[in-house]
């Protein structure tokens, strides 16, 4: 449990540290939260393609993915009525026809499952973008001021306790 709890303060630190423009983390953290709904399969590996290919902060979407896909695995009873909902309501022949094509169909776009958890997403993923956005410009624009202005970080960075914690935290 304390090895999680340092990864995870090591992921913060570096990301809200790196250079990354807060786009790229938002949409970053909204793409895992997708793979992270999707149940394991062909749709995961899709969305991770798509996070290879778009210029995204790599690791927040592999947090991101966790971090959703251990609350897709406790939301289960949420996602599967969801997921019958949801190809209840929608169109069927398209539906459908895309289960029929020889690559989409690999996608299981018609299990509850999968129409659940991209059904939960859609509605997730513009309030999670917003917010992961305006937090990482904010608290950039902040701590930049902030440690600009500091000289305690001046003289703490200095000293072998402060790099010793910044090994162990940052690993660097």
Not at 5 to 13: G, Q
Not at 55 to 74: E, I, K
Not at 84 to 102: F, G, S
Request: proline share 5%.
């Amino acid at each position: 449990m304390t090895l999680l709890i340092l990864k995870c303060c090591r992921w913060l630190y570096r990301t809200l540290n790196s250079d990354a423009r807060p786009w790229q983390i938002g949409l970053a953290a909204v793409l895992g939260a997708l793979a992270g709904l999707l149940p394991l399969g062909l749709g995961t590996l899709a969305v991770f393609t798509v996070i290879m290919l778009v210029n995204v902060h790599f690791t927040t979407a592999c947090f991101s993915f966790a971090v959703f896909g251990a609350l897709s695995l406790a939301s289960q009873p949420l996602i599967r009525p969801l997921g019958q909902r949801a190809l209840e309501v929608a169109p069927r022949q398209p539906i459908v026809d895309a289960a029929r094509t020889p690559i989409v169909s690999l996608l299981r776009l018609d299990y509850f499952d999968v129409a659940g958890g991209i059904a939960l997403w859609m509605l997730i993923a513009l309030p999670l973008m917003a917010g992961v956005t305006l937090f990482y410009s904010r608290y950039q624009f902040w701590m930049k001021e902030k440690l600009a202005k500091s000289r305690v970080m001046k003289v703490l960075s200095q000293t072998w306790l402060f790099k010793g914690l910044r090994y162990v935290f940052v690993g660097v």
